[in-house]
């Protein structure tokens, strides 16, 4: 029932499984974020499918068909209560406070990774070959 997870200064953590939600899609899982002021949990797939669930119980919310290749990482923005997802086809969607697809944004390479620096205002893009940093703004 207990994961026991050794850190680097050898002090010991461990975590207790909640819930398991099996049959969530017949594809692979890419990519998992959490929106935190939503209390969801955000599931990527690999054929660009994007399901949103209950934190608390997995219970499935809404299904976004913004991508056609990947997902391959999500970020949450608190100040503003978005989360943005990214995939193999070049495209960052931003999904709005109220779960509406806000933006497709087209990147023009495939993005692998997200960061968020808070602090500039900016959003940082693991991509092919180097990293990107895009200024986003309210």
Not at 56 to 78: M, R, V
Not at 97 to 110: A, E, H, R, S, W
Request: charged share 20%.
């Amino acid at each position: 029932k207990y994961t026991k997870i050794i850190l680097c200064n050898k002090k010991k953590m461990s975590m207790e499984k909640d819930f398991i939600v099996h049959d969530v899609y017949s594809k692979s899982i890419t990519a998992i974020g959490c929106n935190s002021a939503r209390r969801e949990i955000y599931v990527g797939f690999e054929d660009g499918l994007i399901k949103s669930l209950e934190l608390d119980t997995g219970n499935q919310i809404n299904k976004y068909e913004a991508h056609k290749g990947w997902i391959t990482s999500f970020l949450f923005w608190p100040q503003n209560k978005i989360i943005f997802s990214s995939s193999n086809d070049c495209l960052i969607c931003a999904i709005g406070p109220g779960g509406n697809l806000m933006d497709k944004i087209y990147i023009g390479v495939p993005v692998y990774s997200m960061g968020l620096n808070n602090k500039r205002k900016e959003i940082v893009l693991g991509v092919t070959n180097g990293i990107q940093f895009h200024t986003i703004y309210d």
